[in-house]
């Protein structure tokens, strides 16, 4: 890989910026200073540095996206705004989002470049739970706890069982959801066929992974090793 490639992808600046630093000499191959950005190394033996610090090389990266409404979950639009514009430049050529929150849905989102673990987490196979905190227009009642848990006529298909807890019940209703299938507008057809709407919805984990709430709407930050760590051993199915 072209050694300004490399320090992009490992986020030490925009390909700009690193080749700024390649050239003034702040960047090390193996103990020695090299000046030219199309250099290519090996990233798995070769050991870089840039003003002495060693940029650790990670195959794939993984963020935590606290994502806000009015954004759509997408890489790229020509006109709507993406959850991939809240990302600095130089994260975002190879990351994507995985899976797909509506443009009015807030919270945790999972932004990546490791193909086979977004593939993997939105298997179906898989059941990864999903959590959501909703607000919903109208009384929501034991009866409706009881037909997510056995699954509703969705009219194309029929929903799995999905875990409804109600956490505050009147005119208008606050619940947390678990389903462990992602379709389109999932949460929100779901309560249509028990009658009710969906006025805010926010998710807050996805399998183990959490949403931290010291992440801002709008901002994101890596995933710390262990949480990379539950994410994959989450894979097995169990949860
Ligand atoms: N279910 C929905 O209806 N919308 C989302 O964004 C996620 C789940």
Redesign the pocket.
Known sequence: MRLDKYLSNMGVGTRTEVKGMIRKGRVQVNGGVVKTPDIKIKPEEDAVSVDGETITYEKYRYFMFHKPAGCITATEDPMQKTVMDYFEVNKKDTLFPVG???KD?EGLLLVTDDGALAHALLSPKKKIG?T?FAIIDGEVTEEDVVAFSKGLDLGNFTSMPAKLEIRKAGMVSEIIVT?YE?K??????MFEAVGKK?TY?K?LSMGALCLDENLSKGEYRPLTEEEIQMCKANLDGSK
């Open positions: 797909r929150l509506d849905t999903k959501y389903i992602g389109f507008h999932q949460v929100k057809r969906v919805l998710r």
